[in-house]
T-cell receptor, first 114, second 112 residues
């Protein structure tokens, strides 16, 4: 079946602009996660959704970052007033509920802030 | 700082040799997972080991977990060129176990 789909795959924008990143999880996966990966680094947790609610937003780096999920499906991550330090790959993952479920990742959105 | 730290940061071996990567973590965990990432792609789940398990196998992969030392190792036997990738360990904490905390990764290169 289809995997996790993210769009766009690449985004280049000017500092100060807003960007919106989209994630389509695997159908039936109630849990959805956003991570950020800087060049050559590991993944940094941003936010986790269970259904449409976000019980853990602890990783969002500032109030410029927000995310929502609708219909227990698509999620969007919005970054307002982008800054150069926001440049990174943003990865989305989804999983079934439960502690022992592996996460399935999309290929990410590579965001470059000029 | 990161919960997981991996060692070595980079590893280069000949095809057919075994590759061992290590991961250490700081706080008690619910489970530990290993993922592979090919360049420019997302992560692929390899194996999950629960905190009450000591060893797990999957094909050419063998994972061990020592909770007393807060460490894990991933062994890839009979390596192939296609195993070239970055490998990450990720820990699920006891509280908030659905959130994974990733290490910095080990970049593995298999030379033909």
């Amino acid at each position: 079946g289809a995997g996790v789909s993210q769009s766009p795959s690449n985004k280049v924008t000017e500092k100060g602009k807003d960007v919106e990143l989209r994630c389509d999880p695997i159908s039936g996966h109630t849990a959805l996660y956003w991570y950020r990966q800087r060049l050559g680094q590991g993944l940094e947790f941003l936010i986790y959704f269970q259904g449409n609610s976000a019980p853990d937003k602890s990783g969002l780096p500032s109030d410029r970052f927000s995310a929502e999920r609708t219909g227990e499906s698509v999620s969007t991550l919005t970054i307002q007033r982008t800054q150069q330090e926001d440049s990174a790959v943003y990865l989305c993952a989804s999983s079934l509920s439960g502690y022992y479920q592996p996460q399935h990742f999309g290929d990410g959105t590579r965001l470059s802030i000029l | 700082s990161q919960q997981g730290e991996e060692d070595p940061q980079a590893l280069s071996i000949q095809e057919g040799e075994n590759a061992t990567m290590n991961c250490s973590y700081k706080t008690s965990i619910n489970n530990l997972q290993w993922y592979r990432q090919n360049s420019g792609r997302g992560l692929v789940h390899l194996i999950l080991i629960r905190s009450n398990e000591r060893e797990k196998h999957s094909g050419r992969l063998r994972v061990t977990l020592d909770t007393s030392k807060k460490s894990s190792s991933l062994l890839i036997t009979a390596s192939r060129a296609a195993d070239t990738a970055s490998y990450f360990c990720a820990t699920a904490l006891i509280q908030g176990a659905q959130k994974l905390v990733f290490g910095q990764g080990t970049r593995l290169t298999i030379n033909p």
